[in-house]
């Protein structure tokens, strides 16, 4: 994993994500889950692009799974967007580049 692309926990989710001052990218995932693994170079670039104005992260709901039941996850890969503790945005399934780019864009607005 890339050095701005950050593994979330249920131990840390709370303080790291709902918590956190700067806008979050979630990216809700599995190892078993082939279009996961297939949007994990995306999620990696544009990590790398936003660092400093967005935390992206990459959070594995078959370890971690009560975050993602908690917030409703039903199927995966899903991209949440969170700013200032609260949901604001979704994608789920395998989205291209240019709609996440255009998402974490008005997120850091």
Not at 1 to 10: A, G, I, N
Not at 40 to 55: C, N, R
């Amino acid at each position: 994993m890339s050095t701005t692309l950050m593994e979330f926990t249920d131990d840390d989710f709370m303080t790291t994500v709902m918590k956190n001052p700067q806008p979050v990218l979630v990216d809700f995932w599995a190892p078993w889950c082939g279009p996961c693994k297939a949007l994990t170079p995306t999620i990696e670039k544009l990590a790398a692009e936003f660092a400093g104005k967005v935390i992206v992260g990459k959070m594995d709901i078959q370890s971690h799974p009560k975050s993602a039941g908690e917030l409703g996850i039903r199927s995966i890969p899903t991209l949440l967007f969170i700013k200032g503790g609260r949901v604001v945005d979704q994608l789920t399934g395998t989205v291209n580049e240019s709609r996440i780019r255009d998402r974490l864009e008005a997120l850091v607005g």
